[in-house]
């Protein structure tokens, strides 16, 4: 009896299992249907209110309905009847209304818009399907008034309205875009100022400052998709540089490969440390076969930016940067203007009428930053001397140490400066990595430093003994003199650079500066800005990033007391093809526009050529011969070279 008593027991005990399993399942597959119910009403909700009806009531995608009153069908694909309208349900709306005629009010519209979690677009405004199309786009001139009526002076204001390859107007901004007027005739041009409405459309303000004939271009560089992949991705990639390190003790020579670490670690490397150039950011190389890491003699650029751009570039944003989404010029109805002189019959603008500042740190920036005519660039930032000559600049730089350092385009300055001063320049100057001239008699220095650790294009040898960080520079400008001018360019060769190891180099020079003035406040630092490249069949979105750059040293140095010279506009406008190395002629006005800021009282000097701007032969007594083994104070030994670095260690 026992038994039979226990068996009944677990025979109940199962059945009850069983049924509370039955109940469960019925209540998940119940509560299912209603949550897939509840699904497809709000789908076909917002189905019905995303797609409009052709008058013969079949469904229209992506069509514009000029009235604000939309009409909305649901058809079956077994009986298509007409009178199936169904208004889309609004929360806690379970039927449609009696006798809907199909037209939805636009309180309910409201209705269901201030409800729904995202930002809906009315039917008459088209939404952005595609990149922006430079053959689509629209440019209108908004004043003045009348294409007949600019006379010189005038600020002449676009609208850049950007359109998609369907000719849809676009709803965001963020597209980067390069504007000028030029008249190549006259040597003339200015560059377009252009503000970002973040909503499709665009201000283009140019400067009429010349008269004559004139054309407008508009350049499309890169849409705004691929302007985002710049700034979030490209920028803060995983950036690493490569150079082949070239080691040498005696006769023995090795070489292997060297990185640029930022807040990384490693192993069985030999790590180099500036001295105060970088803190995170650290230079470390394999380690040679046989020879010391304190054999290390110079370096090559093994690293290619058109390589390493499309390593970081995903297969799905190749077509932004290809085709007509690459700097691609938009067609300007009315581009070629003809600027008419202005009443009192001035054929450029007086200058006597602008009143501008005394050119010096922190200046703002006007819609315009100047323009060229006949040659000659005319700021319209600061008052500056278009011309000097050796006399005048003499005056300028009397007692004055001035030190170049950066990439080839600073060395352009400071050969532009040697001609003005007459000082005569070796035949290799445009390849040396560093180069002096002396005026004994007014005590004037001028010298080149080339910056290490660049990304060079080419497989160049810097010899480590030949370059200097500029951080070093201007810790040991005071040596001598506190009459130092330091000219700095770090844009052309960091473009490979990891984005925070390139900050924490301008942050440096700039707490190097702010520590030397301390001691000498005579010290001045003047910060030469990036300029457009315009490569864009190999060099894709350099130019961007040369622009954020751009930001980013004013940024860090804002407020700092170092003096800004920004010729993006200045080259940009000026009226022949965009290179790297800028002709002569524009060189020549950056080389006066540098001395007005540093010597903006002498704007009362002579404009004219004199006598002694006539080239003499150097003589021992003004030129400094390029460095060799009997006259250079720079170190020769590797144990001397080496001093550029500190901390030398391997790990």
């Not at 932004?320 to 603008?349: C, M, W």
């Not at 009997?630 to 030994?637: F, G």
Request: glycine share 4%.
């Amino acid at each position: 009896m026992l038994h039979d008593h226990s068996s009944k027991k677990v025979w109940i005990g199962k059945r009850t299992i069983f049924t509370s399993t039955i109940i469960i399942c019925l209540i998940i597959c119940l509560f299912g249907f209603m949550v897939n119910l509840k699904r497809e009403e709000t789908i076909l909700a917002i189905n019905n209110l995303q797609e409009p009806l052709k008058p013969n009531g079949m469904l229209q995608s992506n069509s514009i309905q000029p009235d604000s009153r939309t009409q909305y069908l649901s058809s079956s694909s077994s009986d298509n009847h007409q009178e199936d309208h169904l208004l889309p349900l609004l929360p806690g709306q379970r039927t449609r209304p009696p006798n809907f005629d199909g037209v939805i009010s636009d309180d309910s519209l409201q209705m269901f818009a201030n409800r729904a979690p995202f930002v809906h677009h009315s039917i008459d405004a088209v939404t952005s399907f595609d990149v922006t199309c430079a053959a689509t786009t629209v440019v209108k001139l908004a004043s003045p008034a009348d294409y007949e009526a600019i006379h010189v002076g005038d600020t002449l204001h676009y609208i850049i309205e950007a359109k998609d390859s369907y000719g849809r107007p676009r709803t965001i901004g963020g597209d980067f875009w390069l504007g000028a007027l030029k008249s190549p005739h006259l040597i003339a041009g200015t560059a377009a100022k252009i503000i970002d409405h973040d909503n499709g459309t665009y201000s283009m303000y140019l400067t009429a400052g010349w008269k004559g004939d004139a054309m407008l271009e508009l350049t499309l560089a890169h849409p705004s998709e691929g302007v985002h992949w710049l700034k979030t991705t490209y920028k803060y990639g995983d950036h690493l540089p490569i150079w082949d390190g070239e080691f040498q003790l005696g006769n023995i020579k090795e070489t292997s490969k060297c990185y640029l670490m930022y807040d990384s670690t490693w192993n069985n490397m030999c790590e180099y440390q500036p001295k105060k150039a970088l803190k995170h950011t650290k230079f470390v190389c394999d380690k040679p076969f046989t020879l010391p890491c304190e054999s290390l003699a110079g370096i090559r650029g093994a690293s290619n930016f058109p390589v390493e751009f499309s390593r970081l570039l995903p297969t799905e944003k190749r077509v932004l940067f290809s085709g007509e989404h690459l700097y691609k010029n938009v067609a300007i109805p009315h581009g070629f203007i003809n600027i008419k002189e202005r009443t009192d019959n001035q054929f450029t603008i007086p200058k006597d009428t602008l009143q501008l500042p005394l050119c010096g740190p922190d200046l703002p920036s006007p819609l315009s930053d100047g323009y060229w005519y006949n040659g000659q660039w005319n700021s319209l930032v600061c008052d500056t001397k278009q011309t000097y000559n050796k006399a005048s600049a003499i005056q300028c730089l009397e007692h004055t140490n001035v030190v170049f350092t950066g990439d080839s385009t600073t060395r352009q300055w400071f050969a532009s400066l040697a001609k003005l001063l007459d000082v005569g320049l070796p035949e290799d100057h445009d390849r040396s990595f560093f180069l002096e001239r002396t005026l004994a008699a007014p005590d004037i220095n001028i010298s080149f430093v080339f910056h290490p650790l660049s990304t060079h294009p080419k497989p160049i040898f810097v010899n480590m003994s030949q370059v200097r960080f500029e951080v070093d520079i201007i810790l040991d400008s005071p040596r001598y003199t506190c009459n130092n001018v330091i000219v700095v360019s770090p844009w052309a060769h960091f473009i490979m650079w990891p984005w925070d190891a390139y900050v924490e180099w301008l942050t440096h020079i700039r707490d190097a500066m702010i520590e030397v003035k301390r001691q000498c406040p005579e010290l001045k630092v003047v910060i030469k800005s990036p300029h457009a490249v315009n490569k864009q069949t190999t060099m894709k979105g350099r130019d961007f990033m040369f622009k954020e750059m751009m930001h980013a040293m004013r940024e860090v140095f804002q407020g700092s007391g170092v003096m800004f010279i920004d010729i993006w506009d200045m080259d940009y406008a000026y009226p022949a093809p965009m290179e790297l190395h800028m002709p002569d002629e524009v060189i020549n006005q950056e080389i006066a526009l540098f001395l007005s800021y540093l010597c903006p009282e002498n704007m009362q000097l002579s404009l004219t050529p004199t006598s002694e701007n006539i080239h003499l032969p150097p003589t021992s007594e003004n030129i400094h011969l390029p460095p060799t083994t009997e006259n250079t104070q720079l170190p020769q030994t590797s144990e001397e070279q080496m001093q550029l670095f500190k901390n030398v260690k391997v790990e």
